[in-house]
Protein backbone atom coordinates (compact mmCIF):
# COMPACT_ATOMS: atom_id res chain seq x y z
CA UNK A 1 0.00 0.00 0.00
CA UNK A 2 1.69 3.12 -1.19
CA UNK A 3 0.72 6.69 0.98
CA UNK A 4 -0.68 9.25 -1.43
CA UNK A 5 0.99 12.70 -2.42
CA UNK A 6 0.49 14.98 0.82
CA UNK A 7 -0.88 17.61 -0.65
CA UNK A 8 -4.10 15.91 -1.65
CA UNK A 9 -6.57 16.12 0.77
CA UNK A 10 -8.35 12.98 -0.86
CA UNK A 11 -6.96 10.17 -3.10
CA UNK A 12 -8.43 7.78 -4.75
CA UNK A 13 -6.50 4.40 -6.92
CA UNK A 14 -8.38 2.06 -8.97
CA UNK A 15 -12.05 2.33 -7.50
CA UNK A 16 -14.12 -0.54 -8.51
CA UNK A 17 -17.57 -0.87 -8.00
CA UNK A 18 -20.45 -3.02 -9.23
CA UNK A 19 -23.69 -2.91 -7.90
CA UNK A 20 -25.39 -6.28 -8.04
CA UNK A 21 -23.23 -6.98 -10.46
CA UNK A 22 -23.14 -4.25 -13.12
CA UNK A 23 -20.11 -1.89 -13.05
CA UNK A 24 -20.44 1.49 -12.00
CA UNK A 25 -16.71 2.44 -11.57
CA UNK A 26 -14.00 1.01 -13.38
CA UNK A 27 -10.74 1.80 -12.49
CA UNK A 28 -11.37 5.23 -11.39
CA UNK A 29 -8.09 7.39 -9.67
CA UNK A 30 -7.92 10.76 -8.60
CA UNK A 31 -6.80 13.26 -6.16
CA UNK A 32 -8.18 16.40 -4.65
CA UNK A 33 -6.22 19.32 -3.74
CA UNK A 34 -6.74 21.14 -0.05
CA UNK A 35 -9.27 24.04 -0.28
CA UNK A 36 -9.77 23.19 -3.69
CA UNK A 37 -13.38 22.48 -5.55
CA UNK A 38 -13.58 19.78 -7.61
CA UNK A 39 -16.48 19.22 -9.71
CA UNK A 40 -17.04 15.69 -11.11
CA UNK A 41 -18.85 15.94 -14.43
CA UNK A 42 -20.67 13.43 -16.96
CA UNK A 43 -24.23 12.31 -18.18
CA UNK A 44 -26.93 10.45 -15.82
CA UNK A 45 -25.47 7.13 -14.85
CA UNK A 46 -22.16 7.57 -15.42
CA UNK A 47 -21.05 6.70 -11.38
CA UNK A 48 -20.44 10.32 -10.24
CA UNK A 49 -22.82 9.67 -6.91
CA UNK A 50 -20.95 6.53 -6.59
CA UNK A 51 -17.47 8.03 -6.82
CA UNK A 52 -18.69 10.23 -4.54
CA UNK A 53 -19.96 7.76 -1.67
CA UNK A 54 -16.51 5.91 -2.09
CA UNK A 55 -14.52 9.09 -1.50
CA UNK A 56 -16.85 9.88 1.73
CA UNK A 57 -16.16 6.67 3.42
CA UNK A 58 -20.17 5.60 2.86
CA UNK A 59 -19.53 2.88 0.21
CA UNK A 60 -16.59 0.91 0.15
CA UNK A 61 -15.48 -0.32 -3.36
CA UNK A 62 -14.98 -3.83 -3.82
CA UNK A 63 -11.21 -2.93 -5.09
CA UNK A 64 -9.14 0.01 -4.89
CA UNK A 65 -8.31 2.40 -2.48
CA UNK A 66 -9.36 5.85 -0.80
CA UNK A 67 -6.92 8.16 1.29
CA UNK A 68 -7.90 10.77 3.51
CA UNK A 69 -5.00 13.31 4.75
CA UNK A 70 -2.68 10.28 4.15
CA UNK A 71 -5.00 8.06 6.14
CA UNK A 72 -6.54 4.95 4.85
CA UNK A 73 -10.63 4.81 4.47
CA UNK A 74 -10.48 1.99 2.34
CA UNK A 75 -9.22 -0.08 5.80
CA UNK A 76 -11.59 1.70 8.37
CA UNK A 77 -14.14 -0.16 10.49
CA UNK A 78 -17.74 1.18 9.98
CA UNK A 79 -17.87 3.07 13.32
CA UNK A 80 -14.67 4.96 12.49
CA UNK A 81 -15.92 6.02 9.17
CA UNK A 82 -18.88 6.90 10.41
CA UNK A 83 -17.10 9.02 12.98
CA UNK A 84 -15.09 10.48 10.10
CA UNK A 85 -18.27 11.52 8.45
CA UNK A 86 -19.62 13.27 11.28
CA UNK A 87 -16.29 15.28 12.10
CA UNK A 88 -14.90 16.23 8.88
CA UNK A 89 -17.23 15.66 5.88
CA UNK A 90 -20.49 17.17 5.02
CA UNK A 91 -22.94 15.84 2.50
CA UNK A 92 -25.59 17.45 0.11
CA UNK A 93 -28.34 14.95 -1.69
CA UNK A 94 -30.06 16.30 -4.52
CA UNK A 95 -33.19 16.50 -2.65
CA UNK A 96 -33.49 18.23 0.79
CA UNK A 97 -33.77 15.57 3.71
CA UNK A 98 -34.89 17.25 6.87
CA UNK A 99 -35.62 16.13 10.04
CA UNK A 100 -39.65 16.67 10.06
CA UNK A 101 -40.03 17.13 13.58
CA UNK A 102 -37.49 20.05 13.74
CA UNK A 103 -37.41 23.48 12.57
CA UNK A 104 -35.29 25.06 10.08
CA UNK A 105 -32.33 26.49 12.47
CA UNK A 106 -32.87 23.10 14.64
CA UNK A 107 -31.99 20.93 11.25
CA UNK A 108 -29.38 23.40 10.32
CA UNK A 109 -27.68 23.40 13.81
CA UNK A 110 -27.49 19.63 13.84
CA UNK A 111 -24.49 18.32 12.63
CA UNK A 112 -22.85 20.94 14.98
CA UNK A 113 -25.02 19.69 17.67
CA UNK A 114 -24.08 15.93 17.45
CA UNK A 115 -20.57 17.01 17.41
CA UNK A 116 -20.63 18.71 20.82
CA UNK A 117 -21.04 22.07 20.43
CA UNK A 118 -23.36 23.69 22.68
CA UNK A 119 -26.74 24.58 21.11
CA UNK A 120 -26.52 28.14 21.84
CA UNK A 121 -23.56 28.70 19.51
CA UNK A 122 -25.07 25.75 17.22
CA UNK A 123 -27.95 27.97 16.64
CA UNK A 124 -26.16 31.15 16.27
CA UNK A 125 -23.96 29.41 13.28
CA UNK A 126 -27.59 27.88 11.70
CA UNK A 127 -28.71 31.38 11.92
CA UNK A 128 -25.98 32.87 10.33
CA UNK A 129 -26.07 30.28 7.71
CA UNK A 130 -29.63 30.80 6.88
CA UNK A 131 -29.55 34.33 6.62
CA UNK A 132 -27.09 34.28 4.49
CA UNK A 133 -28.69 32.01 1.77
CA UNK A 134 -31.58 33.91 2.22
CA UNK A 135 -33.79 32.41 4.94
CA UNK A 136 -33.01 33.27 7.52
CA UNK A 137 -36.85 34.43 8.17
CA UNK A 138 -37.77 30.73 7.73
CA UNK A 139 -35.97 29.83 10.79
CA UNK A 140 -38.56 28.55 13.06
CA UNK A 141 -40.59 26.68 10.05
CA UNK A 142 -40.70 23.08 9.86
CA UNK A 143 -39.71 21.45 6.38
CA UNK A 144 -43.48 20.76 5.76
CA UNK A 145 -43.65 24.71 5.75
CA UNK A 146 -40.87 25.34 3.25
CA UNK A 147 -41.29 25.10 -0.69
CA UNK A 148 -38.76 22.61 -2.37
CA UNK A 149 -35.78 24.97 -2.95
CA UNK A 150 -36.31 26.33 0.96
CA UNK A 151 -35.43 22.86 2.19
CA UNK A 152 -32.85 22.72 -0.19
CA UNK A 153 -31.08 25.56 1.06
CA UNK A 154 -31.57 24.47 4.44
CA UNK A 155 -29.84 21.17 3.78
CA UNK A 156 -27.16 23.18 1.93
CA UNK A 157 -26.93 25.61 5.43
CA UNK A 158 -26.51 22.65 7.37
CA UNK A 159 -23.47 21.05 5.26
CA UNK A 160 -21.38 24.92 5.86
CA UNK A 161 -22.53 25.17 9.23
CA UNK A 162 -20.29 23.06 11.14
CA UNK A 163 -17.41 24.08 8.25
CA UNK A 164 -16.50 20.31 7.11
CA UNK A 165 -12.87 19.47 5.77
CA UNK A 166 -14.68 18.48 3.11
CA UNK A 167 -18.15 19.03 1.33
CA UNK A 168 -19.35 16.61 -1.17
CA UNK A 169 -22.50 18.05 -3.00
CA UNK A 170 -24.34 15.55 -5.33
CA UNK A 171 -26.23 17.90 -7.78
CA UNK A 172 -26.50 20.28 -4.24
CA UNK A 173 -28.79 23.33 -6.66
CA UNK A 174 -31.12 20.33 -8.64
CA UNK A 175 -34.36 21.30 -6.92
CA UNK A 176 -33.59 25.00 -7.50
CA UNK A 177 -34.75 27.36 -10.17
CA UNK A 178 -32.19 28.76 -12.55
CA UNK A 179 -31.50 32.29 -10.98
CA UNK A 180 -31.61 30.59 -7.63
CA UNK A 181 -29.14 28.03 -8.74
CA UNK A 182 -26.54 30.63 -9.32
CA UNK A 183 -26.84 32.70 -5.93
CA UNK A 184 -26.90 29.34 -4.26
CA UNK A 185 -24.25 28.04 -5.90
CA UNK A 186 -21.77 30.98 -5.65
CA UNK A 187 -22.71 31.45 -1.70
CA UNK A 188 -21.30 28.14 -1.64
CA UNK A 189 -18.67 28.15 -3.61
CA UNK A 190 -17.70 31.85 -1.78
CA UNK A 191 -18.33 30.22 1.41
CA UNK A 192 -15.69 27.18 0.56
CA UNK A 193 -13.23 29.28 -0.38
CA UNK A 194 -13.50 31.44 2.44
CA UNK A 195 -13.41 29.05 5.32
CA UNK A 196 -10.66 26.57 3.16
CA UNK A 197 -13.39 23.85 2.93
CA UNK A 198 -12.81 21.21 -0.09
CA UNK A 199 -15.74 20.56 -2.15
CA UNK A 200 -16.46 17.54 -3.93
CA UNK A 201 -19.26 18.51 -6.15
CA UNK A 202 -21.20 16.07 -8.86
CA UNK A 203 -22.87 17.88 -11.89
CA UNK A 204 -23.77 17.14 -15.36
CA UNK A 205 -24.57 21.17 -15.52
CA UNK A 206 -21.79 23.38 -17.53
CA UNK A 207 -22.58 26.22 -15.68
CA UNK A 208 -22.28 24.92 -12.44
CA UNK A 209 -18.90 22.74 -13.11
CA UNK A 210 -17.63 26.06 -14.30
CA UNK A 211 -17.18 27.87 -10.83
CA UNK A 212 -15.51 24.64 -9.97
CA UNK A 213 -11.17 25.11 -10.53
CA UNK A 214 -11.36 21.50 -12.20
CA UNK A 215 -13.31 18.94 -13.33
CA UNK A 216 -13.13 15.48 -13.87
CA UNK A 217 -15.69 13.71 -16.22
CA UNK A 218 -16.89 10.14 -15.94
CA UNK A 219 -18.74 8.32 -18.84
CA UNK A 220 -19.72 4.60 -18.28
CA UNK A 221 -17.52 4.30 -14.53
CA UNK A 222 -14.46 5.73 -16.41
CA UNK A 223 -12.34 8.46 -16.31
CA UNK A 224 -12.63 10.49 -19.74
CA UNK A 225 -10.68 13.51 -19.37
CA UNK A 226 -9.91 16.45 -17.33
CA UNK A 227 -11.02 19.60 -17.83
CA UNK A 228 -8.19 22.37 -16.79
CA UNK A 229 -10.66 25.88 -16.44
CA UNK A 230 -8.78 29.17 -17.69
CA UNK A 231 -8.03 31.43 -14.21
CA UNK A 232 -11.31 33.80 -13.64
CA UNK A 233 -10.19 37.70 -15.13
CA UNK A 234 -10.54 39.42 -11.97
CA UNK A 235 -9.19 36.88 -9.56
CA UNK A 236 -12.40 37.25 -7.02
CA UNK A 237 -13.02 34.18 -6.79
CA UNK A 238 -9.44 32.95 -5.90
CA UNK A 239 -9.72 30.01 -7.72
CA UNK A 240 -6.81 27.50 -5.87
CA UNK A 241 -3.98 26.12 -8.69
CA UNK A 242 -4.88 22.75 -9.07
CA UNK A 243 -3.11 19.54 -10.94
CA UNK A 244 -3.85 15.91 -11.91
CA UNK A 245 -2.70 13.55 -9.56
CA UNK A 246 -3.52 10.47 -11.36
N1 LIG B 1 -28.02 1.01 -5.48
C1 LIG B 1 -27.85 0.68 -6.76
N2 LIG B 1 -28.24 -0.54 -7.23
C2 LIG B 1 -28.07 -0.89 -8.50
N3 LIG B 1 -27.51 -0.10 -9.44
C3 LIG B 1 -27.12 1.12 -9.05
C4 LIG B 1 -27.27 1.58 -7.69
N4 LIG B 1 -26.76 2.84 -7.60
C5 LIG B 1 -26.33 3.16 -8.83
N5 LIG B 1 -26.56 2.13 -9.70
C6 LIG B 1 -26.16 2.11 -11.12
O1 LIG B 1 -24.77 2.40 -11.17
C7 LIG B 1 -24.48 3.28 -12.26
C8 LIG B 1 -23.85 4.55 -11.74
O2 LIG B 1 -24.85 5.26 -10.96
P1 LIG B 1 -24.57 6.64 -10.24
O3 LIG B 1 -25.80 7.01 -9.48
O4 LIG B 1 -23.30 6.55 -9.51
O5 LIG B 1 -24.38 7.61 -11.49
P2 LIG B 1 -24.59 9.19 -11.59
O6 LIG B 1 -23.62 9.66 -12.61
O7 LIG B 1 -24.53 9.78 -10.22
O8 LIG B 1 -26.06 9.30 -12.15
P3 LIG B 1 -27.17 10.45 -11.85
O9 LIG B 1 -26.66 11.70 -12.48
O10 LIG B 1 -28.40 9.90 -12.50
O11 LIG B 1 -27.30 10.53 -10.35
C9 LIG B 1 -25.80 3.49 -12.99
O12 LIG B 1 -25.86 2.56 -14.05
C10 LIG B 1 -26.84 3.21 -11.94
O13 LIG B 1 -28.03 2.73 -12.54
Redesign the pocket.
Known amino acids: MVAPPDNDVLWARALHVK??G?P?LTGVSLGVREGEILAVG?P???????LLQCLSGQLQAQQGEVWFNSTPVHTMGPLTRERLRRDRFAWIDPAPVLVPELNAWENAALPLMLRGVSRRRAKTAALEWLDRLDIGGCARKRPYALLHAERQRVAIARALAPAPTVLFAD?PTAPLHRADRAHVLRTLTTAARSHGITVVL?T?DADTAALADRTVS?LD?RRVNTVHLPPVADGAEGRAACSLSV
Not at 44 to 50: F, L
Request: hydrophobic content about 20%; charged content about 20%.
Open positions: HNSAGRGSGKTTEAHLG
